[in-house]
């Protein structure tokens, strides 16, 4: 039986919550999550001290077909990057600060998902 949207919803919301749990306990701060604009999503804005971290979620039941991390290709960070440039247009206030993309991976059990924190995992020039 094919999963339908509102499982594959439901599982994305697991992940994520479980994510950024990991993230605010490693001592980051949520600014937004799934901040949206007509160019792209990004999952989690945090911060980490004053840098404004743009985080990626990624889930794979298994890492068969590559890990989370590794369908990050140049295409998405590209529209990350531009989803991270609306972003800093709409919240001038975080405009000056220091700013990184961290990839989280997620794999297994989306309720209890196993999590591989990539800390800049990519550079805006990169993309």
């Not at 919301?13 to 999550?33: D, I, K, M, P, Q």
């Not at 160019?39 to 980490?48: C, P, S, T």
């Amino acid at each position: 039986m094919a999963a339908t949207a509102a499982d594959a919803r439901g599982r994305g919301a697991a992940v994520e919550a479980a994510a950024r749990a990991e993230l605010v306990r490693s001592g980051l701060r949520e600014v937004a999550s799934n901040a949206g604009s007509r160019v792209g999503e990004i999952d989690l804005v945090m911060l980490d001290g004053e840098t404004l971290v743009f985080i990626e979620v990624r889930y794979r039941r298994s890492a068969g077909y590559g890990g989370g991390a590794a369908s990050v290709d140049v295409h998405k960070r590209r529209k990350l990057v531009r989803a991270a440039q609306a972003f800093l247009q709409q919240h001038p206030r975080h405009a000056s600060r220091a700013c990184r993309f961290d990839v989280v991976d997620a794999s297994g059990d989306p309720a209890a998902p196993r999590l591989a924190w990539l800390r800049d995992a990519f550079r805006a020039d990169d993309a």
